[in-house]
């Protein structure tokens, strides 16, 4: 019998965490996938966990755009994506 209050308790303390994670800790879009075309999202990710964590921010849309066209991901004039494989990136 006393399994069945340890079952309720484990699943009593599962949904408390799981409000409290929907609820009180907002965690943002990781900036790998916001920067698939969502540029200033992908910087205001990467600014929100610089200021969470007291450090100052560190990236501007300016500075994630020329490593973009450093390294040849900008999207062409014509809409073709003009990625660099990741060998060519390396060497």
Known sequence: MGWIYTMIT?????????FIRIFVFKL???????SQGRDQDAV???????RQNGKPEPLTI??????D????SASAEDGRNTRLSRKEVIS
């Open 10 to 18: 484990l699943g009593a303390l599962s949904l408390a965490f799981t």
């Open 28 to 34: 943002p879009e990781t900036p790998r996938f916001l």
């Open 44 to 50: 205001d990710a990467v600014n929100y966990v610089a």
């Open 62 to 67: 300016a500075m994630l755009r020329e490593v």
């Open 69 to 72: 066209a450093r390294l040849g």
